[in-house]
């Protein structure tokens, strides 16, 4: 575990976002893509960034994926000021796109690039929840 | 020369709507770009300029970029309140006469109506669903710095390459060797490899000896036409060539291994009629020690994952390493002011090439010379851009 737990900032949902943080809320991490080109979009978006077609549909991805890198913060800032250390990462998803997100419920010092990680959502308050990543059970 | 004749209105689109409570400003510039650009017979995968004020979320024009999917070689923020797109037709008329670009967007959007009792001014947002898009994706993990983010950066820069500590630590001794001769660097002590690793870890895997020095402070520059420039009492610096890109998350395709030079570098020696092999010295944007190593590659000096290895013995320290960089210690040792290092850059490329760098680190018949700047999150939304200047005979 890390030393501290982490702070559980809200996000703070837009037009583009309502139903990708909803979905968040119930436990589901969604994912969009684009219905001309198939491509996935992330962050979600109305346009996208790949055709420009308006044309985007959800769904349910599989929360999977591997560390393509990581960093252990050694100084917190923020509300994150006395949750040091901790891990920050990139993960890319089993479809594809690389996010940034916290790999918990493990020690900082045995994060690895490669790793494999599922999504775990914490309680941000207010029906919010935020995702994190953790090492998959193997 | 003029702009006259040199370049066309080809699209236009005016939002349909009066009040917008039920979209972001982005979504709003977003709608208004598709709109021009089909107007135009275009798509935005055409466009390759962009210019818009201060009503666009985040810093410049980067995240409209992101958030668009641009490619831009030219990106234009200026901002003169109303007057702003006025500017922004006439500052792309003259990038489209000088081959900066041929496809120039210019973007508005504001809510000042749906926001009312909100923030003043043109843009009426700011705030909660007008944050920059990529916030709630970024900004809720803790990444609350710029070290934080070059860390990622280096880390995947070591597993692909093999890239180590140590081989960082080697750009920063070199910079606090040029230091030592700089009156006014704020960190004018020689250091050594021992040290810097030896100096806290900051974010794994960078140190604190691996990161710029914070600094107050300024710079300014003058630039002049031909003819003003002959009528001088004063060695001038020509300017042989720029080049700018933008590098942002590529709709999820985050590569943390190179940044936006791979663009803006090329576009530089183009311009300038000149090669690697001409550059006599170089100013690198030196935020952290991964900053140099991967610019370094990214501008073509040495392969891609092999700049751990050029670093060593000596490569960056003035005068006869093979590619003097930051005579002035760099912002790794000298001067970072305001946060932003790029001035600094353009400054002691000029020393340089007027001669007026320290005797001890001034490269002999320096006469072509390069000057990189990056700006923002190194290559998950970053500004970058390549000055190449050489001497008035050059």
Known sequence: MTANPLPVPAPSPNFDTQEFWDAAAQGKFLLKRCDSCGVIIWYPRFVCPDCHSTDTSWFEGSGKGTIYTYTIVRKGQGPYKDAAPFVVAYVELEEGPRILTNIVECDPESVSIGQAVEVVFQDAGDGAALYRFRPTET | ?394
Not at chain 2, 90 to 115: E, N, W, Y
């Open chain 2, 1 to 394: 020369m003029s702009i006259r004749g040199k370049a066309f209105i080809a699209g236009i689109y005016e939002h349909p709507r009066r009040e917008i409570p039920d979209r972001t400003l982005t979504q709003i510039h977003a709608e208004v770009a598709l709109g021009a650009v089909a107007d135009a017979g275009l798509t935005l995968s055409d466009v390759d300029g962009y210019f818009c004020d201060s009503t666009v979320p985040g810093m410049g024009g980067i995240s409209m970029v992101d958030y668009l999917g641009l490619q831009c070689s030219y990106l234009d923020n200026t901002e003169t309140g109303g007057s702003s797109y006025l500017g922004h037709v006439g500052h792309a008329a003259t990038a489209i006469a000088a081959g900066k670009c041929s496809v120039a967007l210019v973007t508005l959007a504001g809510k000042p109506r749906s926001s009312r009792g909100g923030p003043r001014g043109g843009g009426g947002g700011g705030g909660g669903v007008d944050a920059p898009p990529e916030t709630s994706f970024e900004g809720l993990w803790g990444l609350a710095g710029a070290p934080y983010n070059y860390a990622l950066a280096a880390q995947r820069h070591m597993y692909e390459f093999g890239t180590t500590s140590e081989q960082l630590a080697e750009i920063k001794v070199a910079a606090s060797i040029h230091a030592q001769y700089n009156p006014h660097a704020l960190m004018p002590n020689v250091v050594t490899v021992e040290e810097v690793l030896a100096s806290p870890m900051i974010s794994d895997p960078l140190h604190r000896l691996d990161c710029c020095v914070i600094t107050d402070g300024g710079g300014a520059v003058v630039v002049v036409s031909p003819e003003v420039a002959h009528s001088l009492d004063r060695q001038t610096v020509k300017i042989l060539g720029h080049g700018e890109a933008q590098k942002h998350a590529m709709n999820g395709r985050v590569d943390l291994t190179y940044s936006g030079a791979v663009w803006s570098g090329p576009r530089a020696f183009e311009e300038a009629g000149v090669t690697q092999a001409d550059i006599d010295y170089a100013s690198i944007y030196d935020s952290f020690t991964i900053t140099v190593l991967e610019q370094i590659e990214d501008l073509g000096f040495c392969e891609k994952g092999q700049g751990g290895r050029f670093v060593l013995d000596g490569a960056l320290v003035a005068p006869h390493g093979k590619l003097p960089f930051n005579t002035d210690g760099g912002g790794l040792c000298n001067n970072h002011p305001a946060n932003r290092g790029g001035m600094t850059k353009v400054l002691e490329a000029v020393r340089q090439v007027r001669g007026e760098a320290h005797p001890a680190v001034q490269v002999p018949d320096c006469n072509i010379v390069l000057a990189h700047g990056t700006g923002g999150a190194l290559s998950t939304r970053m500004g970058s851009a390549t000055l190449i200047l050489g001497r008035e005979d050059a």
